[in-house]
């Protein structure tokens, strides 16, 4: 991370905010660990990809890794060669840095989770050198970097709020220390200015929490599911899905007039069914409007579903409530993120560009 360290992300009126600033921030909140640990997993992974005994590992083939490659590139809006390297070069990586997290996230999507690393990130240590550089890469390429330093922007803006309200809070004599195992990069800190930036952010997050009580009332909650009854109505569904709506109106056909079970024709058709829970959101307009005048065992098709034709049988459906846990937390999340949202907009400038 050292390429980055010093450069700044943004700014709020005369104060800007850095990399290491982002780093702290995420450290604080225990999020770094976990880029930490993905780095750790990858590096692990690949060792035992690259050798010949012990337990077999499935490699990525070079058309998979170069497919892998072109969709990051192509997600990036980054076609050009010169577009490439010019994005690398401020992220203070190259291609063989970047290549390398391709594979390693290859392969951590192939053995994903706590038990399939479990075993390999207990095998040899590896450099420190080798272990910063996969940090630098999966912080940056993940997307990881950019969240944080959203989320930092965010308790910013919420702190800047309450300042120019007069209702800033000190911060503590004392910061309090980062979670425990916390691996952070060389940040060039004294550990005078480490303390001090960490109490800084302290009453930032607290800055944050009080925000979110007073964003986040019963009142609040009550009137933004008011204002998405249609949107969170949730629809218990089975649904077919078809490459064409011939074969889709045939489908419909078998199961409407020749009395066939919608799974059998799924299975007929050599495709399987999406069953669940869905919100409406979840669909386009000509779909939500079918489906919210419908009730529990209509059968509606064909219907135009992105690239496939679909088949929807209707199970159940249930209008949201703020008196529902999951359409509360929904309600409670979308309020907190439109309050924020608006603070970030209207407080600050953004200076890094990649």
């Given at each position: 991370?050292?390429?980055?360290?010093?450069?700044?992300?943004?700014?709020?009126?005369?104060?800007?905010?850095?990399?290491?600033?982002?780093?702290?921030?995420?450290?604080?909140?225990?999020?770094?660990?976990?880029?930490?640990?993905?780095?750790?997993?990858?590096?692990?992974?690949?060792?035992?990809?690259?050798?010949?005994?012990?337990?077999?590992?499935?490699?990525?083939?070079?058309?998979?890794i170069?497919?892998?490659?072109?969709?990051?590139?192509?997600?990036?809006?980054?076609?050009?060669a010169?577009?490439?390297?010019?994005?690398?070069?401020?992220?203070?990586?190259?291609?063989?840095?970047?290549?390398?997290?391709?594979?390693m996230d290859?392969?951590?999507?192939?053995?994903?989770?706590?038990?399939?690393?479990a075993?390999?990130?207990?095998?040899?240590?590896?450099?420190?050198?080798?272990?910063?550089?996969?940090?630098?890469?999966?912080?940056?390429?993940?997307g990881?970097?950019?969240?944080?330093?959203?989320?930092?922007?965010?308790?910013?803006?919420?702190?800047?709020?309450?300042?120019?309200?007069?209702?800033?809070?000190?911060?503590?004599?004392?910061?309090?220390?980062?979670?425990?195992?916390?691996?952070?990069?060389?940040?060039?800190?004294?550990?005078?200015?480490?303390?001090?930036?960490?109490?800084?952010?302290?009453?930032?997050?607290?800055?944050?929490?009080?925000?979110?009580?007073?964003?986040?009332?019963?009142?609040?909650?009550?009137?933004?599911?008011?204002?998405?009854?249609?949107?969170?109505?949730?629809?218990?569904?089975?649904?077919?899905?078809?490459?064409?709506?011939?074969?889709?109106?045939?489908?419909?056909?078998?199961?409407?007039?020749?009395?066939?079970?919608?799974?059998?024709?799924?299975?007929?058709?050599?495709?399987?069914?999406?069953?669940?829970?869905?919100?409406?959101?979840?669909?386009?307009?000509?779909?939500?409007?079918?489906?919210?005048?419908?009730?529990?065992?209509?059968?509606?098709?064909?219907?135009?579903?992105?690239?496939?034709?679909?088949?929807?049988?209707?199970?159940?459906k249930?209008?949201?409530?703020?008196?529902?846990?999951?359409?509360?937390?929904?309600?409670?999340?979308?309020?907190?993120?439109?309050?924020?949202?608006?603070?970030?907009?209207?407080?600050?400038?953004?200076?890094?560009?990649?």
């Open positions: 991370m050292k390429a980055l360290i010093g450069r700044p992300v943004f700014a709020i009126g005369e104060t800007e905010y850095c990399w290491e600033d982002v780093i702290l921030a995420g450290a604080v909140r225990g999020e770094w660990s976990a880029i930490v640990r993905r780095a750790r997993a990858g590096l692990a992974l690949l060792a035992a990809a690259e050798e010949e005994e012990g337990e077999p590992l499935e490699v990525p083939g070079e058309e998979e170069d497919e892998a490659a072109n969709e990051f590139r192509y997600a990036q809006n980054l076609i050009a010169d577009e490439m390297e010019a994005w690398l070069e401020a992220w203070g990586l190259d291609v063989g840095g970047w290549m390398e997290w391709v594979v290859l392969l951590r999507n192939r053995n994903d989770g706590e038990e399939a690393w075993a390999r990130l207990a095998g040899p240590p590896v450099d420190d050198e080798t272990l910063a550089a996969a940090i630098h890469a999966e912080a940056v390429c993940s990881a970097l950019g969240k944080l330093s959203y989320r930092l922007a965010e308790w910013a803006a919420v702190h800047t709020r309450e300042r120019e309200a007069g209702r800033e809070e000190e911060p503590p004599a004392e910061a309090p220390p980062l979670p425990a195992g916390t691996e952070l990069p060389p940040l060039d800190l004294s550990g005078e200015e480490l303390s001090r930036r960490l109490g800084v952010l302290n009453a930032y997050r607290r800055a944050y929490d009080r925000f979110t009580v007073e964003v986040v009332t019963p009142e609040a909650v009550a009137g933004r599911v008011r204002t998405r009854q249609t949107e969170w109505t949730r629809v218990d569904a089975r649904i077919l899905r078809l490459p064409s709506e011939d074969a889709a109106r045939e489908a419909l056909t078998s199961i409407r007039d020749d009395g066939c079970e919608i799974d059998e024709v799924a299975a007929d058709a050599g495709t399987g069914l999406a069953e669940g829970t869905f919100f409406l959101e979840e669909f386009d307009a000509a779909i939500r409007d079918r489906l919210l005048a419908s009730v529990a065992g209509d059968l509606l098709g064909p219907l135009r579903d992105g690239e496939s034709w679909a088949i929807f049988s209707v199970v159940d249930k209008l949201p409530s703020a008196s529902d846990p999951e359409i509360a937390d929904r309600a409670e999340k979308s309020l907190l993120r439109s309050a924020l949202t608006r603070e970030v907009d209207n407080r600050v400038s953004w200076r890094w560009r990649a």
